[in-house]
């Protein structure tokens, strides 16, 4: 039946979105409530009360029968605690009821999230706290509010509210320079995002088979297939039907959610996919992004598939990605990154293009560790994503601009070049002006920044936090410098602080090859961190410079640092353990076996072989059997080895140190395990091994 129904009437049609609040609440409450999302003013608790008895109407209609304050722990997946609307009335029978209260606040017990010491067990008291700016939504039955969650004392234990706190940041400063620059009609600064998100797609029987992927969501082992991505016929292929099945689900999933899914693509490697929102407020963006996750393993499940979204699922062949697209809308709709036609002369382009340059040069450090997580170690400089170092795509437009305000020259309109194909039935039309760069982490891509160091696991609230607050404290900076200025002087000095600002920060400026090792060599020269895993990444959210930065702009306090910083590395810490046990697992429990019952096949086969026949030539048989007896007592002293370092993490102290341990000691026994094991997986029958290989995983949906 769904088929016929239009995508247009069903589109968000499990959100309590504008059009739905304003059918339903009565008039001043809808004004009020749009007062609040527009212009972050707080809504009083009788509005709360009404806005609660439209949601649970409308929640009912639609068949809900419960409710559940929806948050982001630091765990970084959702998390949800359902309660029913029924109230019993006292005679037997209830009614459907739910409350402002209930709106605004919950009280999950929160024990047993990750709060990095911020709180002890006696004093686990969380609330959760309605986030009006996110729509509500209806999924299994159930209305999702989407809260931010702290303590008791207020501390954020989640990854909403500091997002929340660093969009009104760069609002507040944004509007302060607006105003500046003679737009005093601005009322405030959004921040956009459109996160394109990359994931894989293996068959859920063969997945089951695996220890590594169900307990890691990556392979700890495999020979790679005699075919990988080589030949580059996957990137854009046309999709085969399960595929497709699962992307027409998915869009409709998403599409009644109001996740304005817009492109789906294969990407390089095998079984490997894209997927493409078009872009919105970072908040909405960012729930968006979470929900299309979840909802991506969802389906997946109901099509025989699982959804695998670790950074590094197999070796040898690329990772998965998230790309942040970033910008900034003003009240009245206007991106402040469009350039226009004439960007050369386009004075309030050129300053927040600049603010975003200074913050990204001063604050590189901390966007290389808003992406640092075990998984995304696998992915970044391993040529198939940006490297570790943080610099800035600009384009050659853009770059001369900026070397004709720092030389002082005059920058002569560059002439849009029509694309020659030269086939004349190809309409012509007229190229961008800038190329693109795959290998930048921070390109500027027409009219935005795409942010591409990101984990396709990782939730894009950290690097957004960090970038929003970046770059409202160079807007700071830049109103302080311009404040005093006399009204009919700015356009002077914009052009002088935007020279300074170029001279000050072009280093972090680098248009050509970011896979190369001459740029690991010039970006060192140029004084660019290059800070290669989470450990040596993590430590910047400590350091004074930092530390400051959050507290001027009321992100975080000190103690919600400290704690996301031990959070951050106890994660990498118990990431690497589960890996390392999983692999000790496997080997000892399926490989080695696996290896005991060839040799015993083939030392059984020489024997009979032997005794029907003398003098047949076996030499080729006995060298295997050598080979595998060589390598099952190599491959079983190098898990024990590993198995006594993993052992050994567990007396380390302090967190760091751990994180390190893991790095320098567990991560290359576990890589020296890998490499004994699949060097004789090459001798063993494709039917010897207990779980599907490299070629099955990748090849058969
Ligand atoms: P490309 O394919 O060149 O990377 P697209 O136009 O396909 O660019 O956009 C990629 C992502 O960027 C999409 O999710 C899109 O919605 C998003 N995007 C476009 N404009 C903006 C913007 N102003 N702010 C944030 N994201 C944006
Ligand atoms: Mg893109």
């Known amino acids: 039946m769904e088929k016929q129904v239009q995508v247009p009437e069903f589109y968000g049609s499990m959100v309590?979105?504008?059009?739905?609040?304003?059918?339903?609440?009565?008039?001043?409450?809808?004004?009020?409530?749009r007062k609040t999302i527009d212009s972050n003013q707080p809504l009083d608790l009788g509005m709360a009360n009404s806005v609660a008895v439209a949601m649970k109407e409308w929640a009912v209609e639609?068949?809900?029968?419960?409710?559940?304050?929806?948050?982001?722990p630091m765990t970084g997946f959702t998390a949800e605690k359902h309660d029913s609307f029924i109230s019993p009335t006292g005679d037997g029978q209830v009614i459907m009821d739910f409350s402002g209260r209930e709106l605004i606040r919950g009280e999950p017990d929160a024990s047993s999230?990750?709060?990095?010491?911020?709180?002890?067990?006696?004093?686990?008291?969380?609330?959760?706290?309605?986030?009006?700016?996110?729509?509500?939504?209806?999924?299994?039955?159930?209305?999702?509010?989407?809260?931010?969650?702290?303590?008791?004392?207020?501390?954020?234990l989640d990854k909403k509210t500091p997002l929340l706190r660093s969009m009104e940041a760069l609002s507040k400063e944004a509007v302060k320079v607006l105003h500046l620059?003679?737009?005093?009609?601005?009322?405030?600064?959004?921040?956009?995002?459109?996160p394109e998100q990359e994931y894989f797609l293996v068959d859920k029987e063969l997945c089951r088979k695996r220890k590594d992927l169900m307990f890691t969501g990556r392979t700890l082992l495999g020979a790679p297939a005699p075919k990988g991505q080589e030949l580059e016929d996957h990137y854009f292929g046309s999709l085969k039907p399960r595929v497709s099945a699962f992307m027409h689900e998915l869009d409709r999933e998403l599409w009644k959610l109001g996740i304005p899914a817009k492109t789906k693509h294969n990407e390089v490697a095998p079984a490997q996919h894209e997927l493409a929102p078009v872009f919105d407020t970072a908040n909405v963006a960012v729930d968006h992004n979470q929900l299309t996750m979840e909802v991506m393993r969802k389906v997946a499940d109901r099509h025989g598939l699982v959804c695998l979204l670790h950074e590094k699922p197999f070796e040898g062949i690329n990772g998965s990605g998230k790309h942040n697209n970033w910008s900034m809308i003003t009240s009245d709709g206007e991106n402040l990154l469009y350039p226009g036609k004439t960007p050369a002369e386009n004075t309030q382009f050129l300053v927040f293009l600049m603010a975003v340059i200074k913050a990204v040069d001063e604050y590189g450090d901390l966007m290389r560790m808003s992406v640092a997580?075990?998984?995304n170690d696998h992915r970044l400089g391993g040529n198939e994503a940006p490297p570790a170092i943080v610099s800035i795509f600009l384009g050659d437009e853009l770059t001369a601009v900026l070397?004709?305000?720092?030389?002082?020259?005059?920058?002569?309109?560059?002439?849009?070049?029509?694309?020659?194909?030269?086939?004349?039935?190809?309409?012509?039309?007229?190229?961008?002006?800038?190329?693109?760069?795959?290998?930048?982490?921070?390109?500027?891509?027409?009219?935005?920044?795409?942010?591409?160091?990101?984990?396709?696991?990782?939730?894009?609230?950290?690097?957004?936090?960090?970038?929003?607050?970046?770059v409202a404290e160079a807007l700071r900076q830049f109103y302080d410098e311009l404040k005093d200025?006399?009204?009919?002087?700015?356009?002077?000095?914009?052009?002088?602080?935007?020279?300074?600002?170029?001279?000050?920060?072009?280093?972090?400026?680098?248009?050509?090859?970011?896979?190369?090792?001459?740029?690991?060599?010039?970006?060192?020269?140029?004084?660019?961190?290059?800070?290669?895993?989470?450990?040596?990444?993590?430590?910047?959210?400590?350091?004074?410079?930092?530390?400051?930065?959050?507290?001027?702009?009321?992100?975080?306090?000190?103690g919600e640092l400290r704690s996301r910083y031990v959070i951050a590395l106890e994660n990498y810490c118990k990431t690497l353990r589960v890996e390392g046990r999983t692999l000790v697992a496997m080997v000892r429990q399926e490989f080695l076996p696996a290896v005991r019952r060839t040799a015993k096949e083939v030392a059984d086969c020489l024997q009979s072989q032997r005794q029907a026949m003398a003098g047949l030539p076996l030499e080729a048989q006995e060298n295997l059997l050598a080979r595998l007896s060589a390598g099952y007592a190599?491959?079983?002293?190098?898990?024990?080895?590993?198995?006594?370092?993993?052992?050994?993490?567990?007396?380390?102290?302090?967190?760091?140190?751990?994180?390190?341990?893991?790095r320098d000691t567990v991560l290359p026994d576990m890589a020296a395990v890998r490499s004994l094991a699949d060097a004789l997986e090459r001798d063993l029958p494709d039917s010897a091994l207990p779980y599907p290989n490299y070629e099955q995983l990748l090849f058969s949906v």
């Open 373 to 375: 997580s075990a998984g």
């Open 634 to 662: 190599s491959l079983s002293s190098q898990e024990k080895v590993l198995e006594r370092d993993l052992e050994g993490a567990c007396h380390i102290e302090d967190d760091l140190q751990a994180a390190c341990y893991y």
């Open 403 to 470: 070397r004709s305000i720092e030389e002082g020259t005059y920058f002569g309109d560059q002439q849009q070049v029509p694309l020659q194909t030269g086939a004349a039935v190809i309409p012509s039309f007229f190229k961008d002006n800038t190329d693109r760069n795959r290998t930048s982490p921070f390109a500027f891509t027409g009219n935005k920044f795409e942010f591409r160091m990101l984990g396709s696991s990782l939730s894009v609230s950290g690097p957004n936090v960090v970038l929003n607050t970046a």
């Open 62 to 72: 639609h068949g809900a029968t419960h409710y559940t304050h929806w948050f982001q």
């Open 16 to 33: 309590f979105n504008d059009k739905v609040m304003r059918d339903k609440l009565p008039k001043e409450v809808y004004r009020a409530l």
């Open 181 to 194: 620059l003679g737009r005093g009609e601005v009322s405030t600064v959004s921040t956009t995002i459109g």
């Open 113 to 156: 999230f990750p709060s990095g010491g911020l709180r002890a067990t006696f004093e686990a008291r969380g609330y959760t706290a309605w986030d009006p700016t996110s729509p509500a939504f209806i999924r299994d039955g159930t209305l999702y509010i989407p809260t931010a969650f702290c303590s008791y004392s207020g501390e954020a």
């Open 485 to 558: 200025t006399p009204a009919g002087e700015m356009d002077g000095a914009v052009h002088r602080l935007v020279k300074r600002a170029v001279q000050k920060h072009k280093r972090i400026i680098f248009n050509g090859n970011g896979y190369t090792d001459e740029w690991v060599a010039e970006a060192a020269r140029r004084g660019l961190p290059n800070l290669t895993s989470t450990p040596d990444a993590l430590p910047c959210m400590v350091e004074q410079k930092n530390i400051d930065l959050f507290l001027r702009h009321h992100i975080f306090t000190e």
